[in-house]
């Protein structure tokens, strides 16, 4: 049973961001400091990369492990209601996987980097390092 009435829950969800993150800010403040320069949430594009680079067709998701599955730790399943969850985590990833075959259909190459790959910096600066030399995203 869950320890808060359904209009707390709902006020709660209310207020995770889906921009300007912290992880997505870590991740900016990094591509800025090695002075790479970018365009944030372009409309136009399938799915609204949080980072789009035009000049190299590069973009960049910053996926939280929560909502978008990574397998990490961070990626639990809330213990009330887990059809529901198991259901929105789905589509989640669905809609992940058809966003990015959108965007490589349409000549971009997407990177996503997770939510735990910021926590460290040096390991992100290392992963944005690969990301701008071409390097293919390691399977996780």
């Known amino acids: ?3 808060v009435t359904q209009s707390q ?3 709660i969800m209310s207020k995770v961001q889906s921009k300007n993150t912290l992880p997505e800010m870590k991740v900016r403040k990094a591509l800025h400091k090695m002075g790479v320069r ?3 949430h372009q409309k136009g594009l399938p799915g609204s ?5 035009r000049s190299r067709s590069r973009v960049i998701f910053v ?3 929560f909502w978008h ?6 990626s639990t399943v809330p213990k009330t209601n887990v059809e529901f969850w198991l259901s929105k985590f789905q589509r989640n990833v669905e809609r992940d996987q058809e ?5 490589r259909a349409l000549g971009w190459a997407v990177d996503i980097i997770w939510q735990c790959e910021t926590i460290q910096p040096d390991r992100l600066h290392a992963r944005l390092v690969d990301i701008m ?8």
Request: contains cysteine; aromatic residues 2%.
């Open 1 to 3: 049973m869950d320890h």
């Open 49 to 53: 990369p949080d980072i789009v680079m």
């Open 38 to 40: 970018y365009r944030l």
């Open 99 to 103: 966003n990015i075959a959108q965007l």
């Open 69 to 74: 599955r990574h397998g990490c730790r961070k």
């Open 63 to 65: 996926h939280g492990c």
């Open 133 to 140: 030399s071409g390097k293919p995203e390691p399977s996780e």
């Open 9 to 11: 829950r709902s006020a």
